[in-house]
């Protein structure tokens, strides 16, 4: 694969998709990945040791690599792997020699390439998928709208019979909604590990072969496939067919509305300031058309790809993946067209009106005839219409008052019947019906996906439905997750930001039933929280970040470490603890809450958050706290009072191998500081840190906390 080769051969294409998810930052991001989640394993099963593992791990570090792996040789190698492999050797060799021995240790460089493609996969189809139901809500208020609204039915380009603009805008939607059911369908088969060696036994692990695997598969968050699959690369080329077939309905879509944007038809318009004087077709029309006019050649070559020899093929995959990654483009360029000129552009009703009235009434001649064949058989009435039509096409006349002409056809019809007869907009027969089934449709599939993302994944739903996050900082800085505590908003991490904004790209967000984040479904646990973490990443095409949490966002940390290593880069747990009682602590303030709501705590939490001195003479920061703490859900705060007295992660500190930051506080009530000292101990390779004050160090001592933080996330391992 050439990662840094341009994404097409139509610029346009280019600057309109969305996302850098294959750019060859993000790649070399992703084989990082796949590489430290390898030596986790390895590790694990004792195939090699863990400070073996623990130096690769650590120089698996996109900013240690890429400064000495330019795009240009990234590029031209003939496996983006092996310059990648080439690269991470070296650094790991300048670090321990022994070490450097283990980099990629039983794998084979496919094992690489094709599993940080499912996972570059992942990222791009969670966006395509996202702005694909974007789509669909938008055009189905269309179709809501307008189901009403008659417009001129067009066969071969000429006018047809009437329908409604809901109805055409419902053949779109139909298409989508089985493309969205598509998209779904095929993840459980791509999102799978592939690892298996020279040959795909897996020979060089003996007996740990297995056990490697599948925590290898895990660490990724990826299945285990029965067997390793280096030849048979069915699952890209399901997912360039079911983009392809996408891109074909998009373009079917961007066809019919540059028709209906023609100046002689000019049923649909873009506003005045999106179009240019003179626009032969709406660019968003156009970039669609060029995506569905090349996505079958392309498909093409998927599917010839599929020819492999044996164990492993002749060809190298280069052409195949460079090929996925232009489908994904085109896709991804397709819909942000489409969703905004869906979005943007402005139906004429009226317009629509009189073009349905430009054959004068021939357009009617079915109705007629109809009504005629009851009265006077059919033939007789369809010769009578057809001669009609033809004298009012040749003399240029409306269909009625050639009727009115026929004695044939007055003596059987009343004027009123004529009327209405001849009504375009009473000759819509099912249009509205079918708009109906089509949104109802869409609806019942929204829900049996909720019931499917509940039982699976409930915490996907919630963090891309009701998570409020911010984004701030220069957008190729490294990425920084701030997770707040409990009782809290994303606003708690304001006296960090000026200091943390000239070097990291920093994502905020609220923990669900927190701030403006909706508490979700089902009940809350660590777990369900460190997932939404995992969720929210994967939707903003993150592969890997650098993390901080404080208080109840320390201990989501402490999950995401010990079950997603190969997400987080480095670690900051801040007035944290693995298991934090009694119980009955936490069943009190519930019921408190319950009974009084919260401010019925505020008092006892203001205390132990923050020191006397703190509150005598900080009093607006800690009325901040205060309001944040005030306007946090009673269900919320409830769901994460539960998960706290409910978790128990001392057992998963052993397997942490993130560098890690452990801050404990002298004058904390909530995590004394024998907690986070004992804590600190048990997480490998952990640096502890003390600061004077209670549990919010981040406002109390703002500027010792972020001194210290800035520095740890900086340092190289």
């Not at 009106?353 to 058989?377: C, H, S, W, Y």
């Not at 095409?541 to 987080?568: D, E, Q, Y």
């Not at 560098?659 to 404990?664: A, H, K, R, S, W």
Request: hydrophobic share 50%; net charge negative.
């Amino acid at each position: 694969m050439n990662p840094a080769t341009p994404d097409s051969e139509d610029p346009a294409i280019d600057r309109a998709a969305s996302g850098d998810v294959f750019s060859a930052r993000s790649w070399m991001i992703a084989m990082l990945e796949v590489e430290a989640a390898l030596v986790h394993a390895l590790a694990r099963h004792g195939v090699i040791d863990n400070a073996a593992a623990e130096h690769i791990a650590a120089c698996c570090n996109v900013e240690l690599i890429e400064p000495g792996l330019s795009e240009a040789a990234f590029a031209v190698a003939a496996n983006p792997a092996d310059a990648l492999l080439r690269r991470l050797g070296d650094v790991v060799a300048a670090r321990d020699e022994d070490a450097a021995n283990y980099v990629h240790w039983g794998a084979s460089h496919q094992d690489l390439v094709d599993t940080a493609t499912v996972l570059r996969l992942r990222v791009a189809l969670c966006l395509i998928q996202a702005d694909l139901d974007r789509l669909l809500a938008v055009l189905s208020q269309r179709a809501d709208q307008h189901r009403h609204s008659a417009q001129i039915g067009r066969a071969g380009l000429r006018h047809a019979l009437p329908i409604t603009f809901g109805l055409k805008v419902a053949g779109w939607i139909d298409g989508l909604l089985r493309h969205q059911q598509r998209l779904q369908e095929l993840r459980p088969r791509l999102l799978v590990a592939q690892i298996g060696g020279a040959a795909g036994t897996l020979a060089g692990l003996g007996d740990a072969a297995l056990p490697v695997a599948g925590s290898f598969a895990a660490m990724l968050d990826l299945a285990l496939p029965d067997l390793p699959w280096q030849t048979q690369h069915d699952r890209f080329a399901e997912v360039a067919t079911t983009l392809g077939l996408l891109i074909g309905s998009l373009g079917r879509m961007a066809h019919d509305i540059a028709l209906l944007m023609q100046d002689e038809v000019a049923e649909l318009a873009l506003p005045v300031l999106t179009m240019q004087a003179h626009p032969a077709v709406p660019a968003a029309c156009a970039i669609a058309l060029a995506a569905a006019q090349q996505g079958p050649a392309l498909v093409a070559v998927m599917l010839a790809g599929l020819q492999q020899e044996h164990e492993r093929g002749l060809q190298v995959a280069q052409s195949e993946l460079d090929t996925l990654h232009r489908i994904v483009r085109f896709t991804s360029a397709a819909l942000a067209q489409m969703l905004q000129l869906a979005s943007t552009m402005t139906v004429d009703a009226e317009r629509m009106r009189r073009n349905l009235d430009l054959t004068q009434g021939r357009i009617m001649a079915e109705p007629v005839l109809l009504a005629l064949a009851r009265k006077m058989g059919t033939l007789p009435a369809t010769e009578l219409v057809w001669q009609a039509c033809q004298e009012a096409a040749g003399g240029g006349e409306p269909l009625r008052h050639v009727l009115d002409r026929q004695r044939a056809v007055t003596s059987r019809l009343t004027p009123l019947e004529l009327d209405r007869l001849l009504d375009p907009a009473a000759y819509t027969g099912q249009s509205a019906s079918f708009v109906e089934r089509v949104l109802q449709s869409r609806l019942q599939q929204r829900e049996r996906q909720a019931v499917a993302d509940r039982t699976d994944l409930p915490e996907v739903a919630s963090a891309l439905s009701h998570c409020h996050y911010e984004i701030d900082g220069a957008a190729d800085a490294p990425w920084l997750v701030l997770s707040n505590a409990l009782g809290t908003s994303l606003d708690i991490w304001m006296p960090q930001m000026p200091d943390l904004l000239p070097h990291f790209r920093v994502l905020r967000y609220d923990t669900r039933g927190h701030g403006q984040s909706a508490m979700g479904e089902g009940p809350a646990s660590i777990g369900q929280l460190g997932e939404d973490v995992i969720a929210l990443m994967d939707y903003l095409g993150i592969a890997r970040a650098n993390f901080c949490g404080l208080s109840l966002g320390g201990m989501t940390g402490l999950w995401l470490a010990a079950h997603h290593p190969a997400r987080i880069e480095r670690m900051v747990v801040s007035n944290a603890a693995p298991l934090l009682g009694p119980s009955s602590l936490w069943d009190s303030w519930i019921e408190l809450v319950r009974q009084r709501r919260i401010a019925a705590i505020m008092p006892l939490v203001i205390e132990r958050w923050f020191t006397d001195d703190f509150r005598r003479h900080a009093v607006l920061q800690v009325n901040a706290v205060r309001a944040m703490l005030l306007s946090t859900s009673e269900s919320g705060f409830i769901a994460a009072c539960t998960a706290i007295r409910d978790m128990d992660l001392r057992d998963s500190l052993v397997s942490i191998h993130v560098p890690t930051l452990v801050i404990g506080c002298k004058r904390d009530k909530v995590t004394a500081p024998a907690q986070t000292r004992r804590m600190a101990e048990h997480i490998a390779g952990s640096t502890y840190l003390e600061l004077n004050a209670a549990h919010l160090p981040n406002w109390e001592v703002a500027q010792r906390f972020n001194a210290d933080l800035v520095s740890f996330l900086r340092r190289v391992s």
